[in-house]
DNA sequence: ATAATAAATTTTGAATTCATAATTGAGTCA
DNA sequence: TGACTCAATTATGAATTCAAAATTTATTAT
């Protein structure tokens, strides 16, 4: 046994959640493809864990909606669909105006700073055409005005659904159009941030949300004409 | 062993989430008092089950904000401070506007008359000052227009935020001044669900939540008081 | 060759077991 | 009495075991 490496290994305080927290990113970068059955027996083996912690985690996954249990059947990578984006997004929105409301209250000058220095670097990324780069620090900033709401129920919430919205990987799929837009919209919502507007700063970041509801929802039908095409 | 009665026991699919399902309420009934242990070896016995499933289901209880569970220490039933009540409203606020707005568009109008039924029953516990009757049917009046939503995602959200909330027992508090406007809050909420006005029934839900918010934080500070008194 | 059945294998769900950590309680000493 | 130690007990976390269900493979009949 344990043929696995040792940076693999997990050994510290809640091995369900440590689990839960490995597997996760298993299931958002979609290296566990979406509709596919979770190697339960795999994994265990590549965690070095047995079977009663990892089942723990699937518990706890399948509750935050990324896995999906079926009876005697076993665990089930969820798959993102119309009718998913369609549902989790109108939650994410107001989510996503609350947390824009309740930072403008919260944050201090320090953490504006530091959401400027993400949003330029944004900047530099878009005008260096590294969508990748654009995206991670995308998520930073979101991130960031979240933690500066100060309420961790609406991060959890918030993040959850997030998460599961994650797994589309529709950036490539953005168009020229969306990516200006979506950095236009991100220039007002560093000046409303920064001009502490809790009022705007909530309606453009919903605006934003729902723009890429759509964005998600074309890289969606684009997935499926394709699919139908080559499959 | 097996001193249950037979109608406590549990046998059907997928064991873990039955006793999810009865635990619950325990938690939210109060019966399992705040901030006390679980007792994880006493439930086993009561739902004749072994400790593996009702480990599994103590996890999902806590991804759900309902116990803590302290490395090896166990669980423990979560209390209702000040502090949550002040996170998870805000929350529950803007979800329970978005269940107003889409309900306007997917309800039909079989829904509204039982909403209205519904409401016309609390109207009459109101009339009877039967607090108990007006609580349970308001639930049922709140939950009625989630399924309305039509979004299942935004239901199991925001009932799982009410859920962490109803066990502020803070009805036997609720000043006759602050029932009577609820009341009013309520007569709103009906009409604008009849007339279909999504905008103006998302903005009653939320002051009715926020108002609901205060009467709660009334009720925990009349709690603190009261221990500080007597204990 | 194909479909249907039956046997073998694997996977799943849940009880049990076992090592370790935490708690309790008895005994000791100031 | 009260604080402190250390043994006994209990509870917890996680691996293992075991029965049942599902899946796969082999076999038979058409």
Not at 169 to 178: C, G, I, L, P, Q
Request: aromatic letters at 4%.
């Amino acid at each position: 046994m344990l043929g696995s490496p040792e940076s693999a290994m997990i050994e510290r305080r809640s091995l369900h959640l440590e689990i839960v927290e490995r597997v996760r990113p298993l299931i958002v970068e979609s290296e566990l493809v979406p509709g596919s059955k979770v190697p339960e027996k795999a994994l265990c083996e590549q965690f070095n864990v047995s079977r009663t912690p990892m089942r723990e985690a699937l518990k706890v996954l399948a509750a935050e909606g990324l896995v999906r249990l079926e009876p005697n059947r076993g665990a089930w990578v969820t798959s993102v669909t119309v009718d998913e984006v369609n549902e989790v997004f109108p939650v994410l929105t107001v989510l996503e105006a609350l947390s824009g409301e309740l930072a403008c209250a919260h944050i201090t000058d320090g953490e504006i700073r530091a959401v400027r220095k993400l949003h330029d670097r944004m900047m530099k990324s878009y005008a260096d055409r590294d969508l990748a780069l654009y995206f991670k620090i995308n998520q930073q900033i979101h991130h960031a005005i979240l933690l500066a709401a100060r309420n961790d129920t609406l991060t959890k919430s918030s993040e959850a659904l997030s998460a599961r919205m994650q797994r589309a990987r529709y950036a490539a799929n953005m168009s020229e159009d969306r990516w200006a837009e979506a950095v236009r919209e991100h220039e007002q919502i560093i000046a409303h941030l920064e001009a502490r507007d809790a009022k705007r700063l909530g309606t453009v970041l919903a605006d934003h949300m729902r723009n890429k509801q759509a964005s998600v929802l074309r890289w969606l039908h684009a997935d499926e004409a394709e699919d139908s095409a080559t499959g």
